[in-house]
């Protein structure tokens, strides 16, 4: 199973439910040890699946790219895809465990996933960390968005940030705008695009629930939105294997909420 397709069908199901519980006054066991948890959790399966795709493509010639994130992977029926997944997965487990034993003050599951990425992109591309760039016609490379493109960004951050926000303040539970956000990726699978906006919505959450203003959820939900546009440009432009721009946003924000807020 591909990466996107995990964060489909993981947020769809099992996100959604272990919220329900929560909300309903239940133990968080299903986010905690499912969702998030060594069965599920992104920094095992979608960090394994972004690996997997990068062996495919890059070693072995089975997938048309790398960054190709709606093409299950088991139309390689390859078993060495398969093992590179699972290597990757033991990897996401063990980087995770270090990072909660020391009490890192970040969101540990999306540095995990940030950390595999750059991992597998240097032992499975070659086109370095920030890609290589050639200029014609005196062009230049842009990293941060500019123009219309940002006043959209903006925007819709603040939109969904308002929202989320305020959800969270009522439920105080600051996950909830991230398994909303990733369960509407399933609407990719029948043609409708639509932006990424689980970063966006799970840094309004920490920001809600670390400051009890939802204004600073919709402040922190606009910064995540244009961290995220630019760790995509910096990181999946002109390169040749995946690095997740919203795990990296995520590690980003949470870093500086978990530890000046």
């Known amino acids: 199973m591909h990466y996107l397709?995990?964060?489909q069908l993981l947020f769809?199901?099992?996100?959604?439910?272990?919220?329900?519980?929560?909300?309903?006054?239940?133990?968080?066991t299903i986010l905690n040890d499912v969702v998030f948890g060594t069965l599920l959790g992104p920094h095992?399966?979608?960090?394994?699946?972004v690996a997997a795709a990068a062996f495919a493509a890059n070693k072995r010639n089975e997938l048309d790219s790398a960054l190709d994130?709606?093409?299950?992977?088991?139309?390689t029926n390859d078993i060495g895809v398969l093992l590179v997944g699972g290597m990757f997965g033991?990897?996401?487990?063990?980087?995770?465990?270090?990072?909660?034993?020391?009490e890192t003050p970040v969101d540990t599951v999306a540095l995990t996933v940030?950390?595999?990425?750059?991992?597998?992109?240097f032992v499975f591309g070659k086109s370095g960390l920030i890609?290589?760039?050639?200029?014609?016609n005196g062009e230049k490379r842009k990293f941060v968005p500019g123009g219309k493109s940002l006043g959209f960004i903006v925007i819709y951050s603040l939109g969904f940030g308002l929202v989320i926000s305020y959800l969270v303040d009522l439920t105080q539970i600051n996950v909830l705008g991230f398994v909303i956000s990733a369960s509407l990726l399933i609407l990719l699978q029948f043609g409708f695009d639509i932006p990424a906006t689980h970063h966006i919505t799970l840094v309004a959450g920490y920001a809600t629930i670390a400051t009890g203003s939802i204004l600073y959820g919709a402040l922190f939900a606009v910064i995540a939105g244009v961290i995220g546009e630019i760790a995509?440009?910096?990181?999946?432009?002109?390169?040749?294997?995946?690095?997740?721009?919203?795990a990296t946003t995520i590690f980003i924000c949470s870093f500086f909420i978990f530890t000046f807020m």
């Open 90 to 102: 033991i990897i996401g487990y063990l980087i995770n465990s270090v990072l909660v034993y020391f």
């Open 69 to 75: 994130i709606v093409t299950p992977l088991k139309k």
């Open 232 to 246: 995509g440009n910096t990181f999946n432009s002109y390169v040749d294997t995946y690095i997740d721009p919203p």
């Open 12 to 28: 769809l199901q099992g996100g959604l439910i272990g919220v329900g519980v929560i909300a309903a006054g239940g133990p968080p």
């Open 131 to 136: 890609g290589k760039f050639t200029p014609t």
């Open 44 to 49: 095992i399966a979608f960090a394994g699946g």
């Open 5 to 7: 397709v995990h964060c």
């Open 114 to 121: 940030f950390i595999s990425c750059i991992i597998s992109r």
